[in-house]
């Protein structure tokens, strides 16, 4: 369904990957605490502002925006602001960072409250931006803070507004329910999450309003899907997909919380399938139509799934050995997978396309590396960057992958890898 167009190469493990809502930019947290921004070339019904040059399919090159040692440790999660204007960075220093998405220049920061039952860090697993107004955080110790982002614009002294414990392990995944039809405002107050083996749902003022039942499996990914075919009486038309550490996508039908009510399995496994660590939702006019989700798989395999047929689709891999972290879609229709080392950006396969046309669209891209734009971090140079405060990531799931050690190549431009550019 999709060939890999570009290769590009991390130095250091990936832990987070965001991609802007509006514009052809890619956001990566990694391992060793760095932060680096990249503008994707546009395509030719992009709507990007910047004057970029377009492509039919998007081909050219990558620019690395800025880079910047942004935690000290390892940066966990990043998320980009309701507009796209600010980026958000958490990381196991127990900091979470606002910073401009044009020039990573911080405007503001606050510290995670601390873990009532130790007093020692409580690292971040989850940012996720609701609203405009309202910024998610959820950490190690199954806590999901809510920060109103009018209040102070996350200055040292924040505090989060609500506290809420949906689960008794940590938040792995975070999906918001879209606005009934009656809202005013258009916007998400009511959120699923997923912690340890059950599934929660929360509302922006009530709280946590129910809880599963135990699935007796680590339910790691989420995604909302809506528009499949109501049945009068039995559904809506609009379910959320659980992916599971043993290989199997769950449906839930939305209103009916307290277990599942589809199965599909995506991978068999003779002790159990891979890991289905991240899903996302094929947009419209990308794929062979129908409602297609993208699933990343503990192995590095990324499957396709038609929604209705419940079956597999198409497969294409990501990395050898490593996990899948990040799996989204750009405005202009193209997939980024991100695991390990390496972000690979992919386009749909058109039929008769053939290696000349490749040849002919493709260019080799590089991309250099920014200066330090992080003035009030100028001081977390590379020669610091150690795993000391990362032992709790050893016993998490395959897809939060512990720090390696130093960042190798920073400072150093890389090349890009084009399928027909060898």
Known sequence: MFDAICTLPLTSDLFAQEIHPTEPVLSVGLSSGHVQTFRLPAVANDSSEDGTASSEHGFGQIETTWRTKRHKGSCRCVEFSYDGEILFSAGTDGLVKAASTRTGQVSSKIAIVRDGSTSEIDAPSLLHALTPQTLLLATDSSALHLYDLR??????????????????????????????????????????????????????????????????????????????????????????????????????????????????????????????????????????????????????????????????????????????????????????????????????????????????????????????????????????????DEPKDRKRKKRRKRNRGKDQNSGRPNILAFKGMD
């Not at 609500?162 to 009656?182: A, E, G, I, K, R």
């Not at 039942?213 to 039995?234: I, N």
């Not at 396709?304 to 891999?317: A, D, H, M, S, T």
């Open 151 to 388: 209040e102070n614009n996350l200055s040292n002294g924040s505090k989060p507004q609500q506290t809420h414990h949906p689960h008794d392990d940590y938040v792995s995944s975070l999906t918001p329910l879209p606005p009934s039809d009656t809202s005013t405002s258009g916007l998400s107050k009511q959120w699923v999450t997923t912690g340890g083996s059950t599934l929660a749902v929360t509302d922006l003022r009530r709280g946590v309003l129910v809880r599963s039942e135990d699935q007796e499996e680590e339910l790691l990914s989420s995604v909302f899907v809506g528009g499949l075919s109501a049945k009068p009486g039995r559904s809506k038309g609009e379910k959320v997909l659980v992916g599971g550490g043993g290989g199997v996508l769950t449906l839930w039908e939305r209103g009916v919380w307290d277990d599942q009510d589809e199965r599909i399995i995506v991978d068999r496994g003779a002790a159990g399938g891979e890991s289905l660590d991240t899903i996302t939702l094929l947009p419209e006019g990308v794929g062979a139509g129908g409602k297609i989700v993208a699933v990343g798989l503990g192995d590095g395999r990324v499957k396709f799934v038609k929604l209705g047929p419940n079956k597999i689709v198409g497969e294409v891999r990501h990395d050898e050995v490593e996990s899948v972290v990040g799996l989204g879609f750009d405005v202009g229709g193209r997939m980024i997978s991100g695991g390990g080392q390496v972000v690979k950006v992919w386009h749909e396969k058109i039929e008769g396309e053939g290696e000349d046309e490749e040849d002919k669209n493709g260019v080799t891209a590089k991309r250099g590396v920014a200066s330090d734009s992080d003035n009030d971090d100028a001081s977390n140079d590379d020669s610091g960057d150690t795993s000391e």
